[in-house]
């Protein structure tokens, strides 16, 4: 738990603390002196006796108890500082803004280790090292700026980059007009990182106090499960998140045994634990800030939007936007629409964007939200999109849309482009009015449908199907690292209901004649030792007779690393693709789409983090680019999309069942209306 002293302190001290307003020291008393922290302030500096107004103590160990200590001083005099305070003068909060940690040598990550031990031994809380600080209602423990409009409603921002804090609160306060509640910069994150931040969001959520709005610019992810557990039930309480999650992996550059392996990066596994906690995914500081503006508006329960403008071009390209993100633009008709056109000047449209002329009114503007509101049906939100070419003020348009966002019940988005031309009508829409603007209509559009379109946190506990889990244990207990062989794979299928082909491995030639008679024709026969078959050759399709069997079987065992030759009946269907990859930290991602070439062509490919449910499966195979072909195109046969769902959750069994798996590949799976089967199956194991 985040200690109550560094939330709420009644006493902090700035150690380090300087007159000079342009080291961090200076700057920080002065932005807790300016806050709304009415505690004691206490000053160190060994060279001062006042500053900025404030009495000075030259050591800490004159100090009186204080409840919270910002540090501003070098990192190698931190580690016996804190623990004078911590020992001593029952300090409990601590902010340490100095560098020369963790982040630049293994010495600094010394005396990083020295300092957690110390706070962690009273439980007290650390925010940094290497940070901006943290603010919150109470006070402003940051040595940055700008220090942002405070607001209980305000945005939680929780940050691992000191910098992108300030860039991002520019955006979002200027351009945007955001509001904050608290900003934890988290710096190297040594004992309080962004999980744990959220974790105490979570833990103390209160319906009618709470911020529903999170702001998170991440790095790295610590602790993908904690993140995963407290993001799923804070936005089930009500709140929204919205992250940016630099420094994406390079598949490339990652050497991996199977098509799985070099699919699944670390970057894939975020994007589906996003995806699984509802967390909007950003790609830039201004995405990030957009969809958090979005956020701050009413909730749009839909995906159709009316546009209301007085200027076609910018009207044309939110269409656009909304129209290629999966949202819609519908077309407005019928008498409510005729009655609103007899309101509006000669030469109005409002087929749907609602363009009522570079003239049009604010009395215009009113007649049409309200029309929008009240008469059309198919319409779920407005954009409004209202600036000036500078021949006019827009006081009374600006009045009348805060007037109608209070009273509407359908959320209205206002685009307000001119920030020179009425810059002083948006400022006060803005910082007298609390309102939010939206500068740019592309942006809003995509971080719009970002918002609708990312879908609503998965359940973390529901019913999975029903696996042997005793007999893949035996297997799994029973085998060595590396690649099972075909008969262990075969009882771990089985064991995981899911149909495999039934083949025989053969090492003469006789062998191979004799299942063929058996078998009948056309068969299949494939290299057993190489990992890659098609590669080497070493695949062979649709053989219809016994000249070709002895041939080919010959041809196969010349093969390099072939051990024998796998037979089976040849099988007839779409292909398809189910695999499994353990990502350190993440779990087991499961990966499915269009299989065979396609995979590699087209890299059609759906990634879930274990456990997957049913519901969450399907929804996803149905977002596959190739989802037309499943559903069978120019008279081939559809697959079974309810049996393809079933076989993505049993491998998600099988791999929980045995985490000792680290890759795992089927493909093809032949599927038809009828059945899936596994055609091809790789598994690797790790223990």
């Known amino acids: 738990m985040i200690h109550e002293k560094l939330l709420n302190p009644r006493s902090v001290v700035v150690i380090g603390a300087s007159n000079d307003v342009q080291k961090p020291g200076g700057k920080v008393l002065k932005n807790l002196l300016e806050s709304n922290f009415d505690g004691a302030v206490y000053t160190v500096n060994p060279k001062e006796n006042e500053i900025q107004n404030t009495k000075c103590y030259q050591k800490v160990e004159d100090l009186p108890e204080v409840d919270c200590a910002i540090l501003a001083i070098a990192a190698k005099y931190c580690p016996g500082t804190v623990e004078v305070l911590a020992n001593q003068k029952n300090t409990r909060g601590f902010i340490i803004l100095s560098a020369g940690f963790s982040e630049e040598n293994e010495a600094g990550a010394l005396l990083e280790k020295q300092i957690v031990d110390t706070?962690?031994?009273?439980?007290?809380?650390?925010?940094?090292?290497?940070?901006?600080?943290?603010l919150n209602m109470n006070y402003c423990g940051a040595f940055d700026a700008p220090i942002p409009t405070l607001n209980p409603q305000g945005i939680d921002f929780i940050t691992g980059s000191g910098a992108t804090a300030v860039f991002i609160k520019e955006q979002g306060m200027v351009t945007n007009g955001l509001q904050f509640n608290s900003i934890w910069a988290v710096g190297n994150s040594a004992q309080?990182?962004?999980?744990?931040?959220?974790?105490?969001?979570?833990?103390?959520?209160?319906?009618?106090?709470?911020?529903r709005v999170i702001m998170m610019y991440m790095e790295k992810v610590d602790q993908p499960k904690k993140l995963l557990k407290h993001a799923t039930s804070l936005i089930n309480k009500g709140c929204k998140i919205a992250a940016v999650k630099s420094g994406s992996s390079d598949a490339g550059s990652r050497a991996a045994s199977s098509h799985t392996g070099a699919l699944a990066t670390s970057d894939v596994a975020v994007d589906a634990l996003f995806r699984k906690a509802g967390i909007v995914r950003c790609y830039s500081r201004e995405e990030l800030t957009t969809v958090c503006a979005v956020f701050m508006h009413p909730e749009v329960k839909g995906k159709n939007i009316a546009i209301i403008t007085h200027a076609g071009g910018p009207a044309v390209m939110l269409t656009d936007t909304l129209s290629n993100n999966g949202m819609d633009v519908p077309p407005i008709e019928g008498k409510a629409a005729d009655?609103?056109?007899?309101?509006?000047?000669?030469?109005?449209?409002?087929?749907?964007?609602?363009?009522?002329?570079?003239?049009?009114t604010a009395e215009q503007l009113g007649y049409i939200i309200d029309a929008c509101d009240n008469d059309f049906d198919n319409i779920d939100a407005m954009a409004v999109i209202f600036g000036s070419p500078g021949l006019f003020p827009n006081w009374d348009v600006y009045e009348l849309l805060d007037r109608k966002m209070k009273t509407c019940k359908k959320p209205i988005f206002p685009i307000l482009p001119s920030i020179v031309n009425v810059k002083d009508e948006i400022d006060d829409f803005i910082h007298n009015k609390k309102r939010i603007n939206f500068p740019e209509e592309c942006v809003f559009g995509n971080a719009l449908a970002k918002v609708v379109n990312t879908p609503k946190p998965q359940p973390l506990n529901f019913e999975a199907p029903v696996i042997d889990t005793k007999a893949i244990r035996e297997v799994i207990d029973n085998c060595e690292n590396g690649y099972l062989s075909l008969r262990e794979m075969r009882t771990l299928m089985d064991a995981s209901g899911i149909d495999i082909k039934k083949e025989v491995e053969v090492t003469?030639?006789?062998e191979a004649v004799e299942y063929a008679k058996e078998k009948g024709y056309p068969l299949v026969m494939k290299v057993v030792g190489p990992l890659h078959k098609s590669d080497v050759g070493g695949v062979v399709l649709n053989i219809k007779d016994e000249e070709t069997v002895i041939s080919e079987?010959?041809?196969?065992?010349?093969?390099?690393?072939?051990?024998?030759?796998?037979?089976?009946?040849?099988?007839?269907?779409?292909e398809i693709?189910?695999?499994?990859?353990?990502?350190?930290?993440?779990?087991?991602?499961?990966?499915?789409?269009?299989?065979?070439?396609?995979?590699?062509?087209?890299?059609?490919?759906?990634a879930a983090l274990a456990p997957v449910n049913k519901e969450e499966a399907k929804s996803l195979i149905h977002q596959l680019k190739g989802f037309k072909i499943l559903e069978g195109v120019r008279g081939q046969e559809p697959i079974d999309i309810d049996r393809f769902a079933?076989?993505?959750?049993?491998?998600?069994?099988?791999?929980?069942?045995a985490p000792e798996i680290a890759e795992m590949d089927l493909n093809p799976l032949l599927g038809t209306s009828e059945s899936i089967v596994a055609v091809d199956a790789r598994i690797r194991v790790e223990k």
């Open 577 to 606: 693709f189910i695999g499994a990859s353990k990502e350190e930290d993440f779990g087991h991602q499961i990966l499915f789409g269009l299989g065979g070439i396609f995979i590699e062509i087209m890299k059609d490919v759906q």
């Open 339 to 360: 009655e609103l056109l007899t309101k509006l000047y000669p030469g109005s449209s409002v087929g749907n964007p609602i363009d009522f002329l570079a003239t049009g």
């Open 119 to 134: 706070i962690n031994k009273v439980e007290g809380t650390l925010i940094g090292p290497n940070c901006t600080g943290f």
């Open 192 to 211: 309080t990182g962004i999980e744990d931040v959220l974790e105490h969001l979570d833990q103390t959520f209160d319906a009618q106090k709470s911020s």
């Open 646 to 657: 079933d076989l993505v959750t049993r491998v998600s069994a099988l791999v929980t069942a």
């Open 508 to 510: 003469t030639a006789e």
């Open 553 to 574: 079987f010959n041809r196969l065992m010349k093969i390099q690393d072939t051990y024998a030759v796998e037979m089976y009946p040849m099988l007839f269907g779409t």
